[in-house]
């Protein structure tokens, strides 16, 4: 059998849990760049995502957040928008929770942009709708059962 020559197996390439992630500095998007809110997730390091100027696009995933950054349906995320393919992006940052709260609070993302929703985000947007899915019967019907 070959001789083991790496330096370690799946555990060493995931890394230590480093928490420099919760006291960042909140990120403003530049020119060339905007915020959006991720729909679905397509796998192969993509997702589909709704973006605030009412584009949907298609964006990727860079490699630096590939495995390290979980990117789930209804986070907010930062995009660049690439020049020559208007329905592509590339994933720059993800928001945290609280980070979306604020950039929310600041005026950045609109006031109907719902936030904490999940996969779910925007597709009921009346609440009765899951009230209709249900049949009622009377106690005249059971009995003829």
């Known amino acids: 059998m070959p001789k083991n020559k790496g330096k370690g197996g799946k ?6 849990n480093e928490a420099d992630d919760e006291k960042r500095e909140l990120v403003f998007k530049e020119d060339g760049q905007e915020y959006a809110q991720v729909l679905r997730m397509l796998g192969n390091g993509r997702c589909e995502a709704m973006c605030i100027d009412g584009t949907k696009r298609l964006c990727h995933i860079r490699g630096k957040m590939h495995k390290k950054v979980w990117i789930a349906g209804g986070d907010i995320i930062l995009v660049g928008l690439r020049d020559y393919q208007d329905d592509k992006a590339d994933v720059i940052l993800k928001y945290m929770p609280d980070e979306a709260r604020l950039l929310k609070a600041y005026g950045e993302l609109p006031e109907n ?21 249900y049949l009622e019967f009377e106690d005249e019907d059971i009995d003829k059962i």
């Open 11 to 16: 555990n060493r390439k995931r890394g230590k």
């Open 113 to 133: 942009t719902r936030l904490n929703e999940g996969i779910a985000a925007g597709l009921d947007d009346d609440e009765d709708a899951a009230a209709d899915n």
